[in-house]
C-alpha cells in the first residue's frame, strides 16, 4: 500500500517530500491539485496525507470531511504556508493528525510521519471498527463521522462525556446510543433536566430524601443519582443546572458518594456520567456562572453534534425515517414524498435542527390525512414562504448585479448591447426566445432603476404580483433560462 500522499500545488514541496519518503523507506504519491489528489485517495489506499490549504482548485480542509469518510480514511497532516489559528481550529475538529507551518524543519516533518504512520498500524492491527448499533439515529452525513467515531470510542470507556450542540441536534439521542453501546446498556439510562430543577427541591430529587426531611416527605425516596446505579447519569443542560448546586455534585463526581436530604449515612452510586449542554460553558466559566472544576470533570470526552444545515446529506434519510415512524404512530400507510419537497426541506436551514424538521414533518403528515404522498402544499406554510423568499432574494441579486463584459473595470454602469442591435444580420431566434430575452433585458433594466426594491419594481411593471414572480424566477439564470 502506498504509504505516503502530498496534495500540494508547489512542485518543490512535492520533490522534498519525495525524497523524504525515499530516505525513510516509505512509498510515495503527489498530487497538484484537489480533484486530483481526491481521485487518487479514491483509486488506492494511503497511509497518511500531507495536505495543503491554498490549492488551486479549492481549500485543503474544505476536504477533510469526504477524507476522513473514506473506508480506509488515511491520516491527515495539514502542511500550509498559511498559519491560520482558525484553520488550526477546524483542522483538528475535523480529526487531522497534525497541522504544520512551512517552512517545517525535514527533521520534524519526519518525527510527525513516523507517529502518524505508527499510530495508524496499532490501529489497524486492534480490534478494528466497532459496529454500533445505531437504532433510532440518522447520520450518514461527512460530517458525522467524525460524531460516530467519538461515540464509539466514548462506548468502549467509562470515562464522562460532554456533548454540545445547538438545540435540536440530537444530544440525548447520542448519549442514549452511547449508553446503548456500553459495557452498561442493561443497566438504567437515567435524565436529569438541569433546566427543571428548582432550588428548593433539587437535591432531594437528585440525592433523594429520608421520611420527616421536610412538610410532604411522608415516606423515605431514593433520587435520581441513586437510580442511575449500575448505568448511565444524563445531564441534559448541564449549563443550567443552579451554581449552589454545582459544588456538591463536583463531590459526588468526584467520590461516587451522596447523603439524602435528612439523612445520615451517606450511600453509593455506581454511574456513568453523561452530559449534555448548548450553551457555551466556557464562557459562563468567564462570568462565574459556571465553575472550572466541575466543567473539566465532565469534558473528559468531548463531542460537539454539528447542526441540521451543515448535514443537508441527512435530510433526505431522516425525512424517510420520520415519515415510517409517523405511519406507525398514527396507524397509516407509509407516505412518500415529492421531489419538490425533498428540494425545499434540503433548502431551508433549520434553526431548529432536527428536533424542527421532526414537528415540520408531522404537522405535513396530519395536513394529508390519507394521502400516500407529500406535496408542498402539505408543508407549513412559514416553511415555504421562508425558502420562496430566500431563492427569490438570490435570483433578484443574480439578475440586478449581472457580470459585465471584458474588460470592463469595477464601478463602472453595465453597458449592455442594444437588445436589436444585429437582429436582421443573423439568423432569427424564435419567438419564444426572443420574448425570454427581452423579458429578461426589461427586467434587468428596471430592477436597476428601481434600487432592487421587488415591491416598486413590481408597481411600475404593472403585473400581477403572482405574474412578475414568475417571471423573476424565469429569468434566473441558474434556473437555465440565462
Given at each position: 500500500?502506498?504509504d ?10 512535492r520533490?522534498t ?8 523507506g ?17 483509486a488506492?489506499?494511503?497511509?497518511v496525507?500531507?495536505?495543503d490549504?491554498?490549492?488551486?482548485d ?12 473514506l ?24 480529526g ?9 524543519s ?10 502518524a ?9 486492534g ?8 437504532t ?16 464509539a ?5 467509562t ?16 448519549a ?17 433536566d438541569?433546566?427543571?430543577l428548582t ?8 440525592f433523594g430524601?429520608?421520611?420527616?426531611a ?7 425516596r ?8 449500575g448505568?448511565t ?13 454545582q459544588?456538591a455534585?463536583?463531590?459526588?463526581l ?7 436530604v ?7 452510586s455506581?454511574?456513568?456520567l453523561?452530559?449534555?449542554t448548548?450553551?457555551?460553558l466556557?464562557?459562563?466559566i468567564a ?8 466543567y473539566?470533570?465532565l469534558?473528559?470526552?468531548t463531542?460537539?453534534?454539528p447542526p ?13 425515517f420520520c415519515?415510517?415512524r409517523?405511519g ?5 400507510p407509509h407516505?412518500?414524498?415529492?421531489a419538490?419537497?425533498?428540494a ?6 433549520w434553526p ?6 421532526e ?9 394529508a390525512?390519507?394521502?400516500?404522498t ?16 430566500s ?7 443574480r439578475?440586478?448585479?449581472p457580470?459585465?463584459?471584458p474588460?470592463?473595470?469595477a ?12 437582429l ?9 426566445d426572443f420574448?425570454e430575452d427581452?423579458e429578461?433585458?426589461?427586467l434587468k433594466r428596471?430592477?436597476?432603476?428601481c ?9 411600475m411593471?404593472?403585473?400581477s ?5 414568475a ?12
Open positions: 500500500m502506498p505516503i500522499l502530498v496534495i500540494d500545488d508547489d512542485p518543490e514541496i520533490e517530500m519525495a525524497a523524504l519518503a525515499s530516505r525513510m516509505l512509498s510515495y504519491g503527489a498530487a497538484g491539485t484537489l480533484a486530483e489528489g481526491l481521485s487518487l485517495l479514491g488506492r489506499p494511503f497511509g496525507v500531507l495536505l490549504v491554498g490549492l488551486p479549492g481549500d485543503g480542509l474544505s476536504a477533510l470531511p469526504r477524507i476522513k469518510a473506508a480506509d480514511a488515511p491520516e491527515v497532516i495539514i502542511l500550509t504556508g498559511m498559519g491560520d489559528p482558525d484553520g488550526a481550529e477546524l483542522a483538528i475538529q475535523a487531522v493528525w497534525d497541522y504544520l507551518v512551512k517552512p517545517s525535514i527533521r520534524e516533518i519526519m518525527l510527525r510521519l513516523s507517529r504512520l505508527s499510530y495508524r498500524e496499532q490501529k489497524r492491527q480490534q478494528g471498527p466497532v459496529a454500533l448499533d445505531l433510532g439515529a440518522v447520520a450518514e452525513s461527512p460530517a458525522m463521522r467524525p460524531c460516530l467515531d467519538q461515540a470510542a466514548a462506548a468502549s470507556s470515562a464522562a462525556v460532554l456533548l454540545t450542540g445547538e438545540t435540536g441536534t440530537g444530544k440525548e439521542l447520542f442514549r446510543l452511547i449508553h446503548r453501546n456500553s459495557a452498561r446498556a442493561k443497566g438504567p439510562f437515567v435524565v436529569v438541569c433546566a427543571a432550588e428548593t427541591l433539587v437535591e432531594s430529587i437528585l430524601h429520608k421520611k420527616g421536610f412538610t410532604g416527605a411522608d415516606a423515605d431514593a433520587g435520581l443519582v441513586r437510580a442511575a446505579h448505568g447519569l444524563f445531564l441534559d443542560e448541564v449549563g443550567e443546572m443552579p451554581l449552589a448546586l459544588k455534585f463536583l463531590r459526588v468526584h467520590e461516587r458518594r451522596f447523603r439524602p435528612g439523612g445520615i449515612e451517606e450511600i453509593e455506581d454511574f456513568r453523561v452530559a449534555a448548548n450553551r457555551d466556557s464562557a459562563m462570568t462565574g456562572a459556571f465553575r472550572r472544576d466541575l473539566f470533570r469534558k473528559t470526552i463531542l460537539d453534534l441540521l444545515r451543515k448535514r443537508p446529506e441527512d435530510v433526505g434519510p431522516l425525512t424517510l415519515l415510517s409517523l406507525e404512530r398514527y396507524g397509516l407516505k412518500g414524498f415529492d419538490d419537497v425533498l425545499i426541506l434540503q433548502e431551508y436551514d431548529g435542527n432536527v428536533r424542527e424538521l414537528n415540520v414533518l408531522e404537522r405535513a403528515f396530519v395536513a390525512g390519507r394521502e400516500k407529500l406535496y408542498p402544499m402539505h408543508l407549513p406554510q412559514d416553511i415555504r414562504i421562508r425558502v420562496t423568499k431563492s427569490l432574494l438570490r435570483s433578484r441579486e439578475i440586478a448585479a457580470a459585465g463584459p474588460g470592463q473595470h464601478g463602472e454602469p453595465v453597458r449592455e448591447t442594444p437588445p436589436l442591435a444585429g436582421f444580420s443573423q439568423k432569427l431566434p424564435t419567438l419564444r420574448r427581452m429578461r433585458v426589461y428596471l430592477l436597476a432603476e434600487g432592487g426594491d421587488l415591491k416598486k419594481a413590481m408597481d411593471s404593472g403585473l404580483r403572482s405574474h412578475f414572480y417571471l423573476i424566477k424565469k429569468a434566473d439564470p441558474e434556473d437555465g433560462q440565462g
